[in-house]
């Protein structure tokens, strides 16, 4: 019973590195999230995918690329790493037809120099 | 403009006590409120949910309580327990257009003291 899976669970990059984080989940979700974590500052919204084939920006989506590969899959890509981008990012999904709980990955602690 | 707002940063409560966690909302289109409890290296697990047309919900030790004239929410662990001790986050929500849009508060750090 995975729930939502993110990999890898910490990574260090130097500025201007790319890299993708990767989620997935297998309870069937329409929806899809992207966050990141900032001390005091709560979760941020980055990139959201109501269904397949849609994603949108959040609050914070400088700096971002997402893609929503499958029902499953939704990635998020750093293009140009910069150390204001050090931050815990975390997946998250809900069915999406309503008001409902979402369930969170574990998180991606990343650390950019 | 922060529209959901925890302003205990943090909160320490003696074991067996009450444990309240306040949160306050500015947006009046949110009608669904939940709370999420985080341990450390761990994502947010949910805790707790309330529509906004209730005022109370119960679950076991936890309840949640909603004062939408006042746009305060609060949630009671009693009794509290050292496996308490954790993040809380709250969170408030509406669903518009195929999308629900999720706004957090910034958290109060729970400590239960044994």
């Known amino acids: 019973n995975a729930g939502v899976t993110q990999t890898p669970k910490f990574q260090v990059l130097k500025t201007g590195q790319s890299m993708t984080l990767q989620c997935a989940q297998d309870m069937n979700h329409n929806s899809m999230y992207w966050y990141r974590q900032d001390p005091g500052m709560g979760l941020r919204l980055i990139y959201y995918s109501a269904s397949e084939g849609t994603t949108d920006k959040g609050e914070v989506p400088n700096g971002y690329n997402v893609s929503r590969l499958n029902k499953r899959e939704f990635s998020l890509r750093l293009e140009s790493a910069a150390p204001s981008q050090t931050s815990v990012y975390f997946c998250?999904?809900?069915?999406?037809?309503?008001?409902?709980?979402?369930?969170f990955g574990d998180g991606t602690r990343l650390s950019i120099l | 403009d922060q529209q959901v707002k925890q302003n205990s940063p943090s909160l320490s409560v003696q074991e067996g006590r009450i444990s309240i966690l306040n949160c306050d909302y500015t947006?009046?289109?949110?009608?669904?409120f939940l709370w999420y409890k985080k341990y450390p290296a761990e994502g947010p697990t949910f805790l707790i949910s309330i529509s906004s047309i209730k005022d109370k919900n119960e679950d076991g030790r936890f309840t949640v309580f909603l004062n939408k004239s006042a746009k305060h929410l609060s949630l009671h662990i009693v009794p509290s327990q050292p496996g308490d001790s954790a993040v809380y986050f709250c969170a408030a929500s509406y669903y518009s257009g195929g999308y629900q849009k999720v706004t957090f508060g910034t958290g109060t750090k729970l400590q239960v003291i044994p």
């Open positions: 947006n009046s289109m949110f009608d669904y």
């Open positions: 998250a999904s809900s069915p999406g037809n309503s008001n409902q709980p979402q369930h």
